[in-house]
């Protein structure tokens, strides 16, 4: 039986303010056990799709392989690049024939462990989306149906699958469990903060530690009511007032998907984990640096209509503002050499 996302969203809610409650009770020092909740645990994965080394190599292959596209010159890595934060650098992304698209291409890090994916949450899983923008006609604009009589036919693929998932088919749901469990090596999970979170009591400097408290408290900086632990998102779904709220027919987020008035205009709260890489930022691009994105929370958003009821102007002195961007830079991990996949010829 499958939980209503709206189930799922009162939840989501409920543990947050739980959190949130629990701040009072918070110990801002290295180590401390009310500190825990951070510690971001082990990666998830699906009954059926459990990870091994040939099937994130086959993933790998797949995600990187840009004959996954109608023209040949996109691949999923096109718009989620490990040279951009797994993004692509763009206010928004660019699809099919550099089509620029409605929404900035979201940041795969740490999507394994999110309750849904995109900016809408229309996929429940990895898996779900994985074949989504290979079929969309704005985006990569295949038929997985060429691609499925190709990768069958490709002496090289049809071994790899064949080690990766044996005796199941090369079809549309192997396709999508491949590129869903090379997705799940995109993890972060070892900046200084993390560090801090463990016991290492240098991992952060006192600026730092500073910005941790003002991002935790609801008289401040009030971020952790949406960018919750461990993963720093509450996998909810909020309207922060972007400027381009106003358009004459605005992007309605969420509530395309749940005709819900809350979730008018919402979008699903982006992790912060490797946020320094994956500017610009919001669903829509519009915030150049993480400076412009503390300055419109503090304003409490600029277009009011439907706003959500978490969001409110903030009183943030210049210091206090400058120790909260040093905080959010404690969230990126070390950058490790990427190699790319030999790909079948």
């Not at 096109?78 to 797994?86: E, I, S, V």
């Not at 206010?91 to 929404?103: C, I, P």
């Not at 079929?135 to 090289?156: A, C, H, Q, Y």
């Not at 500017?279 to 600029?302: K, T």
């Amino acid at each position: 039986m499958k939980i209503s996302s709206l189930f799922l969203m009162i939840v989501g809610v409920a543990i947050c303010q739980q959190a949130i409650s629990g701040d009072k009770n918070t110990v801002f020092k290295a180590g401390h056990s009310s500190l825990q909740i951070w510690n971001l645990g082990e990666v998830p994965y699906p009954a059926g799709n459990t990870p091994n080394p040939e099937r994130i190599e086959l993933g790998k292959m797949l995600f990187f392989d840009p004959r996954l596209s109608r023209d040949g010159n996109m691949s999923c890595a096109t718009c989620h690049n490990p040279l951009f934060g797994w993004s692509d650098g763009l206010a928004k992304g660019r699809g099919f024939k550099s089509q620029e698209l409605g929404r900035a291409s979201p940041s795969i890090i740490n999507a394994a462990h999110n309750s849904m994916q995109m900016w809408d949450g229309r996929a429940p899983s990895l898996e779900a989306q994985a074949t989504g923008p290979i079929r969309s006609s704005s985006e990569m604009n295949m038929d997985v149906g060429k691609i499925l009589k190709w990768l069958n036919s490709e002496p090289t693929y049809a071994r790899k699958f064949e080690k990766a998932y044996p005796g199941e088919k090369i079809d549309a749901d192997s396709l999508s469990k491949a590129i869903a469990s090379f997705e799940r090596t995109v993890i972060s999970n070892d900046s200084p903060f993390d560090h801090w979170v463990r016991g290492d009591r240098k991992a952060m400097s006192k600026k730092q530690i500073s910005g941790f408290k003002i991002f935790s408290d609801p008289k401040k900086g009030n971020c952790v009511v949406c960018h919750a632990a461990p993963n720093f998102t509450d996998d909810g779904f909020h309207n922060i007032g972007l400027a381009s709220y106003a358009d004459e027919k605005p992007d309605v987020g969420r509530y395309a998907q749940k005709p819900i008035r809350l979730m008018k205009g919402a979008f699903k709260t982006p992790t912060l984990r490797d946020v320094t890489l994956t500017g610009p930022y919001f669903h829509d691009g519009s915030a150049a640096n993480l400076e412009a994105v503390i300055d419109h929370y503090a304003r409490g958003g600029d277009v009011k209509t439907n706003l959500s009821p978490d969001l409110k102007k903030l009183s943030l002195r210049k210091s206090e503002k400058s120790d909260l961007l040093e905080f959010i830079q404690a969230l990126t991990s070390p950058i490790k050499p990427f190699v790319l996949p030999v790909i079948p010829n």
